[in-house]
């Protein structure tokens, strides 16, 4: 069946030529192909401002240039966020726009009266976070336990109701062959094709 499908490119370096921009657009170019909705923003077209309180937070308008990326999240069953890891976790500018769109409205509402946990918003969508690294993968995975992308799977996505959240992980980038990167490609496209 017809996914609706949000992609969310979150590196901050609008130059076509990042590993990240082409991974995303395979598997959203898969993806349209194979029949599904594909919507996308890409973080290094936007500007919007950084939240600083938690009253901005908790009671403040989401930006203007954040609203349609917000109702996209709210449209799309499943999102794919696409970034390299910077110092360990995802760059800033992805964490200041989860930090504008997952907030009480969208992704979550407090209790009325006070005390309990928060409602999710976001149930019944799933994601996938694909990153890019210059370490090996693996070790990223066991030596460091993906703790940056454990903090933006548990802390963000699952506490809004995301779930499940699967991870893609890439690594030695750098100095990754053409033959390597095709497969990496082709490896996105199979993912867009069945809206994983």
């Not at 500007?47 to 403040?60: A, S």
């Not at 709210?74 to 910077?86: N, R, T």
């Not at 990167?181 to 867009?192: I, N, P």
Request: hydrophobic share 45%; charged share 20%; net charge positive.
């Amino acid at each position: 069946m017809p996914r609706r499908i949000l992609i969310v490119l979150g590196h901050p370096d609008p130059s076509p030529h990042r590993l990240c921009r082409n991974l995303a657009r395979a598997y959203g170019e898969s993806a349209e192909l194979a029949g599904h909705m594909v919507r996308r923003v890409d973080l290094a077209a936007l500007d919007f401002p950084m939240l600083r309180t938690l009253q901005e937070f908790e009671h403040g308008a989401i930006p203007d240039s954040l609203e349609d990326a917000a109702e996209a999240i709210v449209w799309a069953e499943h999102i794919v966020f696409v970034f390299p890891l910077w110092l360990g976790t995802v760059p800033a500018l992805l964490k200041a726009f989860l930090e504008q769109v997952i907030r009480p409205g969208t992704a979550f509402t407090y209790p009325d009266k006070g005390g309990g946990l928060p409602r999710k918003l976001l149930r019944g969508r799933s994601a996938r976070v694909v990153v890019t690294m210059g370490m090996p993968a693996i070790l990223y995975r066991l030596w460091f336990l993906s703790h940056g992308i454990a903090g933006m799977r548990r802390s963000i996505l699952r506490f809004a109701g995301v779930s499940p959240v699967r991870e893609t992980l890439f690594g030695m980038v750098a100095g990754a062959t053409d033959t390597t990167r095709a497969k990496w490609f082709e490896q996105m496209r199979r993912l867009g094709e069945r809206a994983l």
